[in-house]
């Protein structure tokens, strides 16, 4: 059973970072695996650019093949347009009052390629709402470009991600469905 915590600090591999998870608490494994992404990232590249952006489906699935295809379509564009080796990503399925569910998604890329989402976002919602039957959203301030020996622009980007393993919204899915997924980065 995923265990929720009400905190406002999570500690991953000694270091202490503050998290978004005071009220509706969060699936401290979740944040850990979305933290530890970070992290990765940061040991390949001194820098890492994170957008942040949601993907709305307009009919309900009960898998996530959908954000797949997604990853599929995107990073084979990503890796040909900026000439990146790696893609970090983190994701989250979440259904609240809406029939189908939606998804709160972070995209980290090499922040010496690309230092500004204009161009990807667009690409992001060509994809999602051409292919995939969906709409996209972005938020404000939709981005943060991380450098791996400032703290304090890596604790703002895991402040915003940590939003993705709110326990709120969760577990409205068939049993074999992940509730989240995160890139594989070492």
Known sequence: MPYIMNTRYLEVNNTVFWVNGKYSGIYSHMAKQMIGQVNAMLSHHSKVHLIRFDLRLYKYTDNNEVVSKFNRILFKWLKRKYGLKRVGFVWCREMETAKQQHYHY???????????????????????????????????????????????????????ISYLAKARGKGYKPSQTKNYGTSRIK
Request: hydrophobic content about 35%; glycine content about 4%.
């Open 106 to 160: 972070a995209l980290m890329l090499d922040g010496h390629k690309v230092r500004h989402p204009h161009d990807i976002l667009i690409k992001v919602k060509d994809v999602w709402e051409t292919n995939l039957q969906g709409s996209e959203y972005t938020p404000k301030r939709c981005y943060y470009n991380l450098k791996r020996e400032c703290k304090a622009s890596i604790q703002r980007a895991v402040w915003r």
